[in-house]
């Protein structure tokens, strides 16, 4: 949602904890900044403001560049100190995570004034509720007739954001595109895994601002590709119904049932004899994984949980009498990946998904059966992470083979993960809650950037961001 000069061209460095940059001159057309009206118009005098906060600062040729929040406005301004006559200061908004930002319109460009050494812009509104943007907005400065552009890191007001919780909703809707109700413009499985997480927050936080996603993504895609959110992708169609049927107890609306139970149901046209069971990974009928029978059974038993209908119950008790018996939990308790179709018995290795879907799965059978065993199995599952340390690093989730960026559908494995455990530390009365809290304030404490969004590495440090990063982290503060 952000705009920049078209075809600008801009060089950056990472310096004295914000960003110097360089842009061409004559690069060509500049975007106006739209005005934002919400408790206050776009421009009003700093002076009025009902609180000053500064998060976030930067330093050039001697001057200090600061962005001020007032959090009862949800509206910044910014300001060089110790500056000369003709510094410049002004604003960059982005409704994007900073990826993208008006660039050239320079928000409440101010100079300081003869005979003074500090400057201030207006202020400016973090979010365009109207519009529904969610922003982030930076201060930057150039010291006098120096070419150098020195910016603050991107920061918001607590509006949306008073917790920890609350403020990785808000980023992970930053990722948020409204024109295909996918994050992160057209992702498809891991946008249904931030949907869940979304739903998720929405329920555990109380806050229902973004609860418009739900239905403008509905609306958007449930005609794409094969409809009721299908494709030729066993596992993505299991995680869409499960979004589907956390937007229907959220909401109520029976037509997000109605996709659930037609997920299910397509699901178990993968369903066959080969191996004994269990259902295809893909529509070509070549692999048979772990991902796809628990999503399968999680899906199927949680359907038959909300409509008592005796098929959906069959097909989950039939699903895990199968998964049991094909070698996929190993002696560890690790949930391998899938089986081979020649010795119909288990290969790969683990993954934390397979690991949090599985214990998930259990955990809602146990709920539908009552049947003890399915709950043992699920904590055995959990307890091979969370005591015995498997897949973890000093006590902290990581991914085997994790990688430092957030591309690619790794970045979510991990919320699936705690999702699971979460729901099976609801039924076991907090069992998990320590690890869980441990895990969670490492996240805060060691892998966020100034506005609530997370990386991959859970222990830190920081590194790169994208809404698989974010929706797992947000699932995992949505535990404690």
């Given amino acids: 949602m952000g705009r920049r000069i078209a075809g600008a061209v801009v060089l950056a460095v990472v310096a004295a904890g914000g960003l110097i940059a360089q842009t061409p001159a004559g690069s060509a057309e500049v975007v106006a900044a739209v005005a934002v009206c919400n408790v206050h118009c776009d421009g009003r005098d700093a002076a009025q403001a009902a609180g000053d906060r500064t998060p976030v600062g930067v330093a050039i040729h001697g001057r200090t560049v600061r962005l001020h929040v007032s959090d009862p406005d949800a509206m910044i301004w910014g300001t060089v100190e110790n500056g000369s006559p003709g510094d ?8 994007d995570g900073g990826r993208g930002w008006a660039a050239g319109s320079r928000l409440g460009f101010s100079t ?4 003074q050494r500090a400057a201030r812009s207006p202020m400016f509104n973090v979010d365009d509720w109207a519009g529904r943007g969610v922003g982030v907005l930076r201060a930057c400065a150039r010291a006098g ?38 994050f992160d413009g057209n992702a498809w499985w891991t946008s249904a895994n931030a949907m869940s997480a979304l739903i998720e927050n929405i329920r555990v936080s109380g806050m229902g601002s973004y609860t418009y996603a739900i239905a403008n993504t509905y609306d958007r895609q449930i005609d794409a590709v094969q409809g009721q959110f299908r494709n030729e992708y066993i596992d993505d169609t299991g995680w869409w119904g499960l979004a589907w049927l956390a937007a229907y107890d959220l909401t109520g609306d029976a037509r997000y049932l109605n996709t659930a139970r037609a997920d299910a149901d397509h699901m178990h046209s993968f369903w066959d004899g080969v191996c004994g069971g269990g259902v295809w990974w893909r529509n070509d009928r070549q692999y048979k994984n772990a991902i796809a029978n628990s999503l399968y059974i999680q899906l199927n038993a949680e359907i038959a949980r909300r409509t008592g209908n005796a098929t959906y119950r069959q097909r989950a008790e039939a ?5 049991r018996g ?5 002696g560890d308790n690790l949930v391998i990946d899938g089986i081979s179709l020649q010795t119909c018995r288990g290969i790969s290795g683990p993954l934390t998904y397979n690991q949090g879907v599985l214990i998930n799965a259990l955990t809602g059978l146990h709920g539908l059966t009552g049947n003890a065993e399915q709950l ?29 960026t957030c591309t690619g559908d790794q970045p979510s494995w991990k919320g699936a993960f705690a999702r699971g455990l979460g729901v099976l530390n609801r039924a076991t009365g907090g069992a998990y809650t320590p690890w869980l809290r441990r895990n969670a304030d490492t ?28 929706h797992s982290a947000l699932d995992l503060l949505n535990t404690v």
């Avoid at 300081?112 to 005979?115: E, I, P, T």
């Avoid at 699903?319 to 998964?323: D, E, I, P, T, V």
């Fill in 145 to 182: 007739g120096r070419p150098e552009v020195a910016c603050t890191p991107w920061a918001r007001s607590t509006w949306n954001a008073g917790d920890r919780k609350r403020a990785a909703a808000t980023a992970l809707m930053m990722r948020y595109d409204q024109g295909t109700g996918l």
């Fill in 112 to 115: 300081v004034a003869a005979g």
């Fill in 88 to 95: 410049e200061v002004w604003l960059d908004r982005s409704f």
């Fill in 376 to 404: 043992a199995t699920a904590r055995r599952l959990a307890d091979a992470v969370t005591v015995a340390g498997r897949l973890t690093q000093n006590g902290i989730l990581r991914e085997p083979g994790e990688q430092d």
């Fill in 443 to 470: 996240i805060h404490a060691s892998n966020r950037n100034t506005f609530d969004a997370y990386g991959s590495h859970w222990s830190g440090p920081f590194i790169d961001t994208s809404h698989g990063c974010q």
């Fill in 319 to 323: 699903g895990w009498a199968w998964f």
């Fill in 326 to 330: 094909t070698g996929m939990i190993n």
